[in-house]
């Protein structure tokens, strides 16, 4: 069975500073992970994924996650955040055979704040 | 292309009701998923249609059940509504097959009272 573990629940951070949200997985097959973002009242946005190659994976609105296979690691960061970047991250995981399957963690609430 | 959308947006049952919500994924994918959303327990998976077909199942009692039609359109009906119920709930598309990416809709906003 695959689980997915978010550190934090609330990562409050001042505009512009940086900002990492961490994400830990556990899984006995090779596995796919996915951030998401989700406004309030609205659906989940991907923002980025990581299905093969490098491990260093870049998605939108500045946002970057490192696959870390030896401490199952697939924590998100961006260098300089905005006002707009409050939201909830949503890390997922899905094995190659289910994909239409994805297993979340929690949610990492962010607050970015002037 | 559109993206996945989903009706009725929002919707107020009371206890022992039955509802079904709608689900259209993006043109061209053959593969509709479902999730629940609750402050509680989180994002949770119902199932995965693909080819009107279920594939996939998750740990939810059988008064959820769902279907999906030659166009791939799907559907989610809940028998006996408890308020536990209450939820956000999400449907996903992807093309089905191969290496694959869900695409969210907005969500159904379910009240139970």
């Known amino acids: 069975a695959q689980s997915v573990t978010q550190l934090d629940s609330q990562v409050p951070v001042f505009e512009e500073a940086p900002v990492e949200l961490r994400c830990n997985y556990s899984?006995?097959?090779?596995?796919?992970l996915f951030w998401y973002v989700q406004y309030p009242n609205q659906g989940l946005q991907l923002l980025l994924k990581?299905?093969?190659?490098?491990?260093l994976v870049k998605g939108i609105n500045g946002f970057e996650a490192e696959f870390n296979k030896s401490q199952t690691s697939f924590h998100l960061r961006k260098p300089s955040v905005h006002i707009s970047d409050t939201a909830e991250y949503f890390c997922?995981?899905?094995?190659?055979?289910?994909?239409?399957?994805?297993?979340f963690g929690q949610g990492t609430t962010l607050q970015v704040k002037p | 292309k559109a993206g996945v959308t989903q009706t009725p947006r929002y919707l107020i049952k009371t206890r022992g009701q039955q509802v079904t919500l709608s689900c259209s994924p993006i043109?061209?994918?053959?593969?509709v998923s479902w999730y629940q959303q609750t402050p509680g327990q989180g994002l949770q998976f119902l199932f995965e249609?693909?080819?009107?077909?279920?594939?996939n199942k998750g740990n939810f009692p059988g008064r959820f059940s769902g279907r999906q039609f030659s166009n791939s359109r799907s559907e989610m009906n809940v028998s006996t509504l408890e308020l536990g119920d209450s939820a956000l709930y999400l449907c996903?598309?992807?093309?089905?097959?191969?290496?694959?990416?869900?695409?969210f809709g907005p969500g159904t906003r379910l009240t139970v009272l």
């Open positions: 996903a598309s992807t093309p089905g097959e191969g290496l694959n990416t869900q695409y």
């Open positions: 043109s061209g994918h053959r593969s």
């Open positions: 997922a995981v899905s094995d190659a055979f289910n994909t239409g399957k994805l297993i």
């Open positions: 990581y299905l093969s190659g490098s491990t």
């Open positions: 249609y693909f080819s009107e077909t279920q594939r």
């Open positions: 899984s006995s097959v090779s596995v796919y």
